[in-house]
């Protein structure tokens, strides 16, 4: 059974930096892409960034292209998503996520495996 277990969140000044970490076991991370979404209370659950198995593409929502970055390490079973630049606006829960599928890696229904989800808030 896959679990992803995400760290890193706080809360934070507008203009600071996150790391995010989603440490993943069960096996087979290599096998998965990797997403990370975040969601606001009474929203849908929102794409951020995802990275292809060996790291060779990755995708951003425009809202963070430029201040995120993803990565991951095949070695360690780890995903991050590093927050530079950040704002009230980013505030939310932040979710990792795995998936099977070589498409739709911003769409949430395409990821079978999800984390509990770290809490980011950023104080204007």
């Known amino acids: 059974q896959v679990q992803l277990v995400e760290s890193g969140g706080g809360l934070v000044q507008a203009g600071a930096s996150l790391r995010l970490s989603c440490a993943v076991s069960g096996g087979g991370f290599s096998t998965y892409a990797m997403g990370w979404f975040r969601q606001t209370p009474g929203k849908e659950r929102e794409f951020v960034a995802a990275?292809?198995?060996?790291?060779?593409?990755?995708r951003y929502a425009d809202s963070v292209k430029g201040r995120f970055t993803i990565s991951r390490d095949n070695t360690k079973n780890a995903v991050y998503l590093q927050m530079n630049s950040l704002k009230p606006e980013d505030t939310a829960v932040y979710y990792c996520?795995?998936?099977?599928?070589?498409?739709?890696?911003?769409?949430?229904?395409?990821?079978?495996?999800w984390g509990q989800g770290t809490q980011v808030t950023v104080s204007s």
């Open positions: 996520a795995a998936t099977e599928r070589y498409t739709d890696y911003e769409r949430s229904w395409a990821y079978g495996y």
């Open positions: 990275i292809t198995r060996n790291s060779l593409r990755t």
